[in-house]
């Protein structure tokens, strides 16, 4: 079973900072990539930043240069920082895990979901 914990919402005003953490925990269960994905109202879900059981980091363009993800120490918990933030940034983020069972198939969970509003 495998369970994905995001936590570090809030509110904050434009041109600030927050710290979003994701925590996953599985009893077997092999991750191969952490991904960070939001939903604004009205519109689709979109992924902003991923990360690869190597480290290999990925942005979209929207948040390159102010967001950045990393692995904390040798947890199973992702922090994005997110910077410089702005209005459009504001949405419900949301963390994905991706990789293999114990019986070797490739499956994917997701958080509950963090709120995220940058509103002065």
């Known amino acids: 079973q495998v369970q994905v914990v995001e936590s570090g919402g809030g509110l904050v005003q434009p041109g600030g900072s927050l710290r979003l953490s994701c925590s996953v925990s599985?009893?077997?269960?092999?991750?191969?990539?952490i991904g960070w994905y939001r939903q604004a109202p009205g519109k689709e879900r979109e992924l902003v930043a991923s990360?690869?059981?190597?480290?290999?980091?990925s942005y979209a363009d929207s948040v390159k240069g102010r967001f950045a993800i990393s692995r904390e120490n040798a947890q199973n918990t992702w922090n994005p920082q997110m910077n410089s933030l702005k209005s459009e940034d504001t949405a419900v983020y949301y963390c994905n895990t991706e990789g293999l069972t114990g019986l070797g198939y490739r499956a994917d969970y997701w958080g509950q979901g963090t709120q995220v509003t940058v509103s002065s």
């Open positions: 990360i690869t059981r190597v480290g290999t980091t």
């Open positions: 599985a009893s077997v269960f092999r991750i191969n990539a």
